[in-house]
T-cell receptor
């Protein structure tokens, strides 16, 4: 009930391509869905987040698509760059639970030059 | 405005010793969360604290682990009688008002030998 499933586990994309990472959740009480970016040896950094009242949110090259009925959300990275190479985590929480986040397993993204 | 500060960054302990991990939240933040990241896995919630109070410790192992966030000073995650399975990266996050958006520190990487 509390799980968040993330795929793929790893992804290799050419520079300039589109990176797509998918997540699915089970708990319909979740109402906040952030994506985090983590570089080796660093802590996760909030990239972009969405709430279920909208189906899409875009910030620069990063877009979240959200499908409430399917209980799925995805991260799209347009014009992927080598500097985007990192591990990406989706997460979900109930806003009333503060920042008690349930994380996906992570996707290691490599963008080749 | 300094971010979330964790120390030490790296900690090596022998089996049976105690590990103390410290977390100073961002200035003005009174909500602290601890997460554990095992190798090649996502982050798992451990405990949510406010000043002098434990709000949610549902992710804490029942034995050997404890956490506190005193009125003055950093939050402390304490692991007694460490075992090899405790080897992981421990991340602290803070938020200003208990909302879902949290800011992570760089983590403490604990190695038990």
């Amino acid at each position: 009930q509390q799980q968040v499933k993330q795929s793929p586990q790893s992804l290799i994309v050419q520079k300039g391509g589109i990176s797509i990472i998918n997540c699915a959740y089970e708990n319909t009480a979740f109402d906040y869905f952030p994506w985090y970016q983590q570089f080796p040896g660093k802590g996760p950094a909030l990239l972009i987040a969405i709430r279920p009242d909208v189906s899409e949110k875009k910030e620069g090259r990063f877009t979240i698509s959200f499908n409430k009925s399917a209980k799925q959300f995805s991260l799209h990275i347009m014009d992927s760059q080598p500097g985007d190479s990192a591990t990406y985590f989706c997460a979900a929480s109930k806003e009333t639970s503060g920042s008690r986040l349930t994380f996906g397993e992570g996707t290691q993204l490599t963008v080749n030059p | 405005n300094a971010g979330v500060m964790q120390n030490p960054r790296h900690l090596v302990r022998r089996r049976g010793q105690e590990a103390r991990l410290r977390c100073s939240p961002m200035k003005g933040h009174s909500h602290v969360y601890w997460y554990r990241q095992l190798p090649e896995e996502g982050l798992k919630f451990m405990v949510y604290l406010q000043k002098e109070n434990i709000i949610d410790e549902s992710g804490m192992p029942k034995e050997r682990f404890s956490a506190e966030f005193p009125k003055e000073g950093p939050s402390i995650l304490r692991i007694q009688q460490v075992v090899r399975g405790d080897s992981a990266a421990y991340f602290c996050a803070s938020s200003p008002w208990g909302g879902p958006e949290a800011f992570f520190g760089q983590g403490t990487r604990l190695t038990v030998v």
